[in-house]
């Protein structure tokens, strides 16, 4: 009687691996040609905004050099912000202190 419980639980479990097998055999291929077609359609969509934004750089006289030195002036503009933001904090500061006083 113990053999044919083992053979019973043992043919299920081997009937139960192959029918799940084609079902993650055809799974995976159906996955792999999404991430495949998902890949493919990024790599589209980075090749056309790469060409517009060339266009544009083009359009608008944009050169490295041009483009260097309009990031400096962001930065020291930046830069000055920071300064006058911490200026005044300071100056809120030293109010604070003589009115406490």
Same mark, same amino acid.
Do not use: F, H, Y
């Given at each position: 009687k113990k053999k044919g419980k083992k053979k019973k639980? @043992? @043919?299920g479990a081997g009937g139960a691996g192959p029918s799940q097998e084609p079902e993650e055999g055809t799974e995976?291929?159906?996955e792999a040609d $999404?991430? *495949?077609?998902?890949?493919? $359609? !990024? !790599? =589209? %969509?980075?090749l056309l905004l790469l060409e517009t934004l060339t266009e544009e750089r083009m359009r608008f006289g944009i050169?490295? !050099?041009?483009?260097a030195a309009a990031s400096? *002036? &962001? +930065? =020291? /503009? /930046? %830069?000055?912000?920071a300064a006058a933001d911490e200026a005044e *904090?300071? $100056?809120? $500061? *030293?109010? !604070? +202190? /003589?009115?406490? &006083?």
């Open positions: 639980k @043992g @043919g995976a291929p159906s $999404a991430a *495949e077609a998902a890949k493919k $359609a !990024e !790599e =589209e %969509r980075l050169t490295p !050099e041009s483009q400096a *002036e &962001v +930065a =020291e /503009a /930046a %830069r000055l912000d *904090e300071e $100056a809120e $500061a *030293e109010a !604070e +202190a /003589a009115a406490s &006083v």
